[in-house]
């Protein structure tokens, strides 16, 4: 089994739920978000403050559109990589995968701030919080799956435009593995789990003429 | 582990010591309890609290008590006394599991460091920003002498004012207006910012507001949402729109700008601003000429057919239509007759429609046009503005007596407002009611007596009141401003006094929503934190200072405990219309109203019991008996500002906290390439917006997203920053809000303004 994210850019609202679902779970600090809706068409990491991405150049990018601004998104958090780069580097074995779900989870108890995955996730899904000096970053709600219930974000989110997925499923094989208009490593050798359903504009749209 | 509320105070209030309960509590293995990051610990310690399993939390039921048509029932979950996390409510099929960006916020706001923790005087006078701490005793104390010298002084009670408004919309808040009902007869602010223009119209056509269950829309054929933002602003009703579009229906978008809803629907339309009635007469001329209206129900259910189809065979040109909306007519056929002939088929209409110079035209248009395609009294259709149906308890809290002897104004009675219309006994007096869209030319004008002592409650005057300079003028010369509020805001800054007051986790309350049909209790989930109180509470406690000091001047309780005031508003009537025996019950959930499908039995509340097309108290109160087309203010300045509502706060709640500051930290001016293009802007670069009101810096973003000729910005709050849209609105009134709320609601889309870049 691989769990995954399905995030449904075609009726994502935009509504920033699941990342404050995430922050209203762990309590993030300020300036740490483990989940990001990333705004398609304008946004890049460098917006990002806690993002290290020394890494991210040497990708290829998801291609640029050109959509209106502040209307499409990604919800994004951890990809649970099927070959996590956090997990290869972590010398202290705070990133973990999990054989059963696929999960990449990370011990904070253990973590000993080197910021390693940070630097080594090509997704700047690990984040680094400063003022504790250690790593953190979605363990996919473990805890809350382990008892049945889903993660904070999926349950949060008012459309169903995230939910999980076993990508070994064959019913998923033909999802896409590429988002358009963000900044993201498509061809990342971790092997992202997260598949995406594109945006599209709506079939008629009238506008005031100009003059 | 737990400790006893003293404790946790005295600990929290001292940082030292602060330090070490959590260190000592990291120790002990509690701290994965406590919320390390919320309290601001201190940074060795770590901030993440996992999840400890369902039984490990204690739950309790909220609801979200703010001025959103969502109104979410929550649920809660506390350990040692300790708000941990929050969750939607999943036995609502309407919350579903989850609130908003700001609902899943509430943790942050419960414990953010920016709340307000003590009464606190300003010593230093109004705006000084020299702050005294004080003790409720001495805060009470001055407040209740002031009163009572007023009284002695003035022979009335009618120097002291009342602001309040949607800070909170639980039931027990009208206790606030309760308090002052208490003391006698006073001056209110009434009237509403928000709906009102909307409230008189439908309330001529049909005789009430009254709305279907939008959990049908799913089931609707053909689906308007004209000038509204679901997307946005209740994102809860999405699903039922995706489900709709999803089977099939067609999801149409009315509105001038390209809203987040627009961007998911299956046709948008970009019209004019403030043409949108005269759009609407237009489709139910071509409906109508079509042969494709509803002869039958219009026959059976309306006054005033034959005028209202004269008016428009002979009044509406179907190319001044296309003109005036700069819509192409082509499309305005096709959007009418398809709209006609898919049934059931229903319209949504925003709020900010009606916040135009013709806006109650404009809904009394549009109800018109539905019922000409025979959608009202229909499953899954109807003109959709809100309802107010669920709200019958019974206001125990509002209904206080006044003092014996109490003296009040004589002149005419006004309505109160648009939720509590309790009243009845008419009596030789009544309170002094100022319009609360004119709050500072009101307060300065009001004469015999004037205006000397101002309590604001569920409300931030200086966020949503208009023009902030003419405020701080009228707030310098009262001589007692007391402000009841979780933050220190703009409006605590020009206060004398702050009180602190709970958030919804610390006071019991009931909840019920102006759109959706849910009732939610509202359990005390954790104890008032610091000092604070809940508005009921400080309202016992000036009545037992006031009766200290002249026994019988105020008929408040002198204690009171909020679970036992919110039972006392539930009523036979409640539990039938919901299906339960007890309050009791709604700790297991929330639950839902009986399915009553509004108008089915063709009955309306009007004086003809009709449908009014064609009304007489239109004609009396606001000079058109039809729903004519009016034409919008005209252009005082470059560009038209529009400045509709923003996910990521309401009003001037949410923005502020730690936590939003992380999604959206800045505001922005939103202008349309050309305008940009024309006075030389790019996206980022710093401009000045403003008109003969005020002057507003901030970045701009460049985007057709809105038309050429209008800047939007949003209505939004920011810790530590000057930043309020309304410094730039006049306070020009809508044509209708009079009728039903007291006073008219305020034309804040007719704002014009120039800028320029820095
Ligand atoms: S996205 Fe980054 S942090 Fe997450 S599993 Fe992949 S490499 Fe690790
Ligand atoms: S799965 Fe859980 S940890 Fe991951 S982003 Fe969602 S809420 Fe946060
Ligand atoms: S994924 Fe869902 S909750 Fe998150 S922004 Fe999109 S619609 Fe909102
Ligand atoms: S602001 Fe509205 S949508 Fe958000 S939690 Fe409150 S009621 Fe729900």
Redesign the interface.
């Known amino acids: 089994m691989q769990k995954a994210f399905l995030v449904d850019g075609s009726i994502c609202l935009g509504c920033n739920t699941c990342a404050m679902a995430c922050k209203n779970q762990y309590h993030q600090d300020q300036g740490v978000t483990w989940r990001k809706v990333r705004e398609i068409g304008a946004e890049d990491y460098l917006i990002d403050n806690n993002n290290i991405l020394p890494t991210l150049t040497s990708y290829q990018k998801a291609p640029k559109v050109s959509m209106p601004m502040e209307r499409f998104y990604f919800s994004l958090a951890c990809n649970h990589c099927e070959n996590p780069a956090c997990v290869a580097i972590c010398p202290v074995g705070a990133h973990t995968k999990d054989p059963e779900t696929g999960i990449c989870k990370h011990d904070q108890s253990i973590c000993i701030g080197c910021g390693g995955c940070v630097k080594a996730c090509p997704f700047g899904a690990s984040k680094f919080n400063t003022k504790m000096g250690r790593a953190e970053k979605c363990s996919m709600c473990w805890e809350r799956q382990e008892e049945g219930k889903t993660t904070a974000c999926v349950q949060s989110c008012p459309v169903h435009a995230i939910t999980i997925i076993d990508l070994h499923d064959p019913k998923y094989k033909a999802l896409r593995s590429d988002p358009i208009g963000i900044d993201y490593a498509i061809d990342a050798e971790t092997k992202p789990s997260t598949r995406f359903i594109h945006p599209f504009m709506p079939k008629e749209i009238y506008r005031q003429a100009k003059g | 582990m737990s400790y006893s509320k003293a404790k946790v105070e005295e600990i929290l209030n001292n940082t030292i010591s602060r330090r070490s309960f959590l260190k000592g509590l990291a120790a002990s293995g509690v701290l994965s309890a406590l919320?390390?990051?919320?309290l601001e610990a201190n940074?060795?310690?770590?901030?993440?609290?996992?999840?400890?399993?369902?039984k490990s939390y204690q739950t309790f039921r909220n609801a979200c008590p703010r001025n959103c048509y969502d109104t979410c029932s929550i649920k809660t979950y506390v350990k040692d006394g300790v708000m941990q996390?929050?969750?939607?409510a999943t036995e609502s099929t309407y919350t579903?599991?989850?609130?908003?960006?700001?609902?899943?916020?509430?943790?942050?706001r419960v414990y953010s460091a920016r709340r307000l923790k003590y009464p606190m005087m300003q010593v230093g006078g109004k705006g000084s920003g020299t702050w005294k701490r004080i003790s409720w005793d001495q805060a009470i104390d001055i407040i209740a002498k002031k009163l009572l010298e007023m009284k002695k002084e003035d022979g009335t009670l009618l120097g002291a004012a009342l602001t309040k408004y949607s800070g909170n919309f639980g039931i027990t808040h009208y206790g606030i207006e309760g308090m002052f009902n208490s003391i006698g007869y006073t001056t209110r602010l009434a009237g509403t910012p928000c709906w009102p223009a909307g409230i008189d119209a439908q309330n001529l056509d049909m005789g009430d507001m009254w709305c279907n269950d939008p959990e049908e829309m799913k089931d609707s054929k053909f689906i308007i949402l004209w000038g509204v933002n679901p997307?946005?602003n209740s994102?809860?009703s999405?699903?039922y729109i995706?489900e709709a579009k999803r089977k099939g229906a067609k999801v149409v978008v009315i509105d001038p700008i390209?809203t987040?809803t627009?961007?998911?629907?299956?046709?948008?339309?970009?019209?004019?601003t403030g043409t949108d009635g005269l759009l609407a007469l237009g489709m139910a001329k071509i409906i109508i000429d079509a042969k494709l209206h509803d002869q039958k129900w219009l026959d059976a259910n309306t006054k005033g057919y034959k005028e209202y189809k004269a008016y428009l065979d002979k009044e509406v040109k179907l190319d001044d239509v296309s003109n005036v909306t700069?819509?192409?007519l082509a499309?305005i056929k096709e959007l009418a007759l398809s709209f006609a002939k898919a049934k059931p088929a229903t319209i949504w209409m925003g709020y900010g429609m009606q916040r135009h110079t013709n806006g109650g035209s404009m809904i009394r248009a549009i109800d018109a046009l539905v019922a000409v395609s025979g959608n009202i009294g229909k499953y899954a259709g109807g003109a959709r503005y809100g309802h107010l149906n669920t709200w019958g308890f019974n206001y125990a809290a509002l209904s206080q007596a006044k003092p014996e002897g109490s003296v009040g104004y004589s002149g005419p009675e006004g309505a109160k407002g648009e939720f509590a219309q309790v009243g009845g006994e008419k009596a030789a007096y009544t309170d002094r009611f100022l319009n609360i869209n004119k709050t500072a030319r009101e307060l300065m004008s009001a004469k015999e007596p004037k205006v000397r002592l101002l309590w604001v409650a569920c409300k931030n005057v200086f966020a949503q009141d208009f023009d902030r300079n003419q405020l701080i003028r009228a707030f310098q010369q009262l001589d007692l401003v007391v402000v009841a509020d979780q933050f220190f805001n703009e409006t605590a800054k020009w206060a004398d006094i702050v009180l602190p007051v709970t958030t919804q986790f610390e006071e019991y309350d009931v909840n019920v929503s102006y759109w959706h049909y849910w009732l939610s209790i509202n359990e005390q989930a954790i104890k008032p934190l610091f000092e604070i109180k809940s508005d009921l509470e400080i309202a016992a406690m000036l009545s037992k200072r006031m009766n200290q000091l002249q026994a019988g001047s105020c008929t408040f309780p002198q204690s009171v405990d909020t679970k036992e005031m919110t039972i006392k508003e539930f009523n036979p009537a409640i539990y039938e219309q919901f299906g339960i025996q007890s309050w009791e019950e709604l700790k297991k959930g929330p639950v839902k109203a009986k399915a009553v499908i509004p108008f089915a039995d063709g009955k309306f509340k009007t004086p003809s019991g009709k449908f009014e097309l064609y009304s007489d108290k239109a004609q009396e109160l606001f000079g058109s008996a039809l729903p004519k087309y009016l034409e919008v203010r005209q252009p005082y300045d470059k560009f038209r500002m529009t400045s509709p509502h923003s996910?990521?706060s309401l009003h001037s709640q949410f923005q502020n906290l730690?936590?939003m500051?992380?999604?959206h930290p800045e505001p922005f001016v939103y202008i349309n390439p050309?305008d940009a293009e024309a006075k030389m802007v790019s996206s980022d670069d710093m401009v000045a917006v403003f008109n003969r009101q005020g002057v507003l810096r901030l970045r701009a973003?460049v985007?057709?997203?809105v038309?050429?000729g209008t800047v939007l910005m949003y209505e939004q709050h920011y810790h530590n920053s000057i930043y309020n849209v309304n410094e730039l609105v006049d306070d020009t009134s809508s044509d209708m809000g009079a009728f039903k709320t007291g006073a008219p609601g305020v034309a804040l889309h007719d704002t014009f303004v120039n800028f320029k870049k820095l």
């Open positions: 919320p390390g990051g919320v940074e060795d310690l770590n901030t993440k609290i996992p999840y400890s399993g369902e996390f929050i969750e939607g579903r599991g989850g609130c908003c960006v700001k609902g899943n916020s509430y943790v942050k997307a946005a994102i809860h999405m699903k995706y390209f987040e627009a961007s998911k629907s299956s046709q948008y339309v970009q019209i004019k700069g819509i192409p499309m996910r990521w730690e936590w500051e992380d999604f050309d973003k985007t057709d997203n038309q050429k």
